[in-house]
């Protein structure tokens, strides 16, 4: 099994961009999906999770009110709309699954059982 992320790309400064995470052929139901990024020099840090099933969500103080985590049930496809990017988000975009209902709590991504490519997201003028 495996997830493929897409989406990324280059914007400037206050632009947006939407990030798909799909599945390879399995189904999202019962599954937590979290995107997860890092940049150069950094540690991975947590963005953002969505419980498929029950739909609820988390996200990192510093994107919240700009990013939005919302899921395709029927096309096992997790998004994540990103909005009035700034540089400092700026990273390789990882989405990453976990069948259960404990992943979402998890901001190290180390009990994340399933993980796509990364995606790079580059925010500059």
């Known amino acids: 099994v495996q997830l493929q992320a897409s989406g990324g790309g280059l914007v400037q400064p206050g632009g947006s961009l939407t990030l798909s995470c799909a599945s390879s052929g399995f189904s999202f139901e019962n599954y937590e999906i979290g995107w997860f990024r890092q940049a150069p020099g950094k540690e991975r840090e947590a963005v953002s999770c969505i419980s498929v099933s029950g739909g609820t969500t988390t996200y990192q103080d510093s994107v919240k009110g700009r990013f939005t985590i919302s899921s395709d049930r029927e096309k096992n496809v997790v998004f994540l709309q990103m909005n009035s990017l700034e540089p400092e988000d700026t990273a390789t975009y990882y989405c990453?699954?976990?069948?259960?209902?404990?992943?979402?709590?998890?901001?190290?991504?180390?009990?994340?059982?399933?993980w796509g490519q990364g995606t790079q997201v580059t925010v500059s003028s």
């Open positions: 990453a699954g976990g069948f259960g209902k404990w992943y979402c709590g998890d901001t190290t991504g180390q009990l994340f059982g399933i």
